[in-house]
């Protein structure tokens, strides 16, 4: 089994900023892809920003030149470095991933953390 965990949020103004980390932890033999998705109350929940473990990433046309996401490899962690952020960034922030796990042959499951929420606010 797999455990996403997620830390780093809390309240912060607008135009502040805030890093987030998702920390994987379990029978992982390797993670393929990671993102970060949010979802705001009474809105669906969207993909926000995903690194594949090559480095590749991809994010959503609203945080482009805001935010920025990366990983270390070694330590089965993502990080979402967010700047210049503003009211409608605040969401309950979702850690995803494609992980094989040990003995599998290589089957990649998908696997959710369980959120931390980010309040923009003044």
């Known amino acids: 089994q797999v455990q996403l965990v997620e830390s780093g949020g809390g309240l912060v103004q607008p135009g502040g900023s805030l890093r987030l980390s998702c920390a994987a932890s379990g029978s992982i033999f390797s993670i393929y892809s990671m993102g970060w998705h949010r979802q705001a109350p009474g809105k669906q929940r969207e993909l926000v920003a995903s690194?594949?473990?090559?480095?590749?990433?991809n994010y959503a046309d609203s945080v482009k030149g805001r935010f920025s996401i990366s990983r270390d490899n070694a330590k089965n962690t993502m990080y979402l470095q967010m700047s210049s952020l503003k009211p409608e960034d605040t969401a309950v922030y979702y850690c995803?991933?494609?992980?094989?796990?040990?003995?599998?042959?290589?089957?990649?499951?998908?696997?959710w953390g369980q959120g931390t929420q980010v309040t923009v606010s003044s």
């Open positions: 995803n991933a494609d992980v094989a796990t040990i003995g599998t042959s290589g089957v990649l499951n998908n696997y």
């Open positions: 690194i594949f473990r090559g480095g590749s990433t």
